[in-house]
């Protein structure tokens, strides 16, 4: 079973991403070490004692639709009331509405335990959060007032309604409807599907937020507008009144996440014979609701980030314990008898510390996009535009990385288990089927990848991307210069990466400059991964610096797997040509 790892964590979070400095130098003010080791101890706690138990129980069981109404699996909704009764929904909440108002980096190595224990709770939290930072930054006073502290305190849920059965990730396509009433609200029509516990029973209110268009609304993405929508309406003293015109009409049999009520939502169809039209507030301003959403898609892009990572944890937690149970045939350097445990023979040690490194690495980015965006928030001027940059130029990283680091870890792990794997009854399998929503939804990885390419390299005119090389090329530097024998050739593996990513992006640059977009295009999920691995790989030499005890495992991804990144360069540089006439071949076959 799941533990939480606590102490890697923390180790992460202060001496690789950044929060140590950030603490001594008092930028988060009074917040200190002991306070953060005590909050993630008691998050380690829980999740390890009250999460993980249930996740067989929520995988097996699932959610259950009857009617229009959600049940979650057995314990389920009392874990949830146990978790809100913690106070962790509101660990980084603002403090007007009765949140704590920590740093990101708390909440989001918190979210990596909830969703390492069970990914289909820990992902119902996580759009309430986005709603909470969504109607914080853009509602009116009168709607805050009504709605955050409910959802800070997680007593009401929040969902987040984009996609239509004919808009998927094209939001150009979306045809929900809004009509002005008259009185100051609307009244919204229309279908969303995949919606994330868009109905459940953890909480009696449920508050959806929902893209829409206006009657006279521009075409495609600049006539959006954002709404919030109740499931049940709310009085002025916060007392529930009326069911609202919206209701689950049916749930998604998935692959995995099954505890998790993926549902297809209905507005406005005259739900149990109310008058027909879901009533719903405005939030921001009129046809600028994407503006508003992306506050909220881009806390969900770093978050789905983390269940990237939660999953690779997990899996290699469950691998390596097998590992060092399941005895099978002779290893030269076991010394018992019989037949040895197969964590003896070489090939199931690489490929365990494969999944040890990929996971570290998608952690270290993760956190660090969390720790820019905390420091976005403190900083001023510049100094806070720096780091609104930095948090721009590794979301995409955290998002797109992570979760293909988190199947291709829990597809390692079910290898370890051998036939084994392939069974329900070990649960590999089962993580393995969680980890392969997360590089689809939130904007898929290719999305992701196209987002990196076309709008952050360009940041600060294109000269962001090279300061954040320099920086990783400064880790590179400083592992030459520490002298120590264990590195190995990691100073001159990352190097040779650096070069290649530098030389990869002056590339694509060029391609933008020049408006040559479909080739720049072509190169841009190569392109993600090549980055990830080179910031990844300094991230593990950056712990390395810190802690000896780390050198070996830094040593084992520079000198066996480091050397991906040229090949990922000739994709970017080299690789656009085929690609175009290979399509254009298939596009006509």
Known sequence: MYRAPVEEIAFTLKHVAGLKPALDAGIFGDLGEDLVDAILAEAGRFATDEVAPLYKVGDEQGAVLNGAAVTTPSGWKELYRRWIDGGWNALSGPE?????????????AALEMWNSAAMAFGIGPTLTMGA???????????LKAKYLAKLVSGEWMGTMNLTEPQAGSDLNALRARAEPAGDGTYRIFGQKIFITYGEHDFTDNIIHLVLARLPDAPA???????????????GDDGSLGARNDVFCFGLEHKLGIRASPTCTMIYGDGFEGAKPGAIGWLIGE???GLACMFTMMNNARLAVGMQGVAVAETATQKALGYAKDRRQGKAAGYEGTGMAPIIHHPDVQRTILTMKALTQMARAISYSCAHAIDRARVSAGDDAAHWRDRANLLTPLAKAFSTDVGVDVASLGLQVHGGMGFIEETGAAALYRDARIAPIYEGTNGIQAIDLVTRKLPLGGGNHVHGYIAELAEISGAVRASNVEGFGRTADCLDEALDDLTQSTLFLQGLLKD??????????????????????GAYLARGALADENRTALCRFFAENLLGEAHALKDRVVG?????????TALIFA
């Open 575 to 583: 690789g656009g040509e085929s690609l175009a006439a290979a399509g």
């Open 96 to 108: 007007e509405f009765g949140g704590q108002a920590l740093p990101t980096m708390l909440g989001v």
């Open 220 to 234: 495609g993405t600049r006539g959006i507008s954002l709404f919030l929508v109740p499931k049940f309406l709310v």
């Open 515 to 536: 408006g040559r977009l479909d080739e720049a295009l072509a190169g841009a999920t190569p392109y993600l991964r090549l980055i990830s691995l080179a910031a990844g």
């Open 132 to 142: 909470v930072e969504a109607l914080d930054k853009h509602a009116s006073d009168s």
């Open 286 to 288: 009129e046809n600028k």
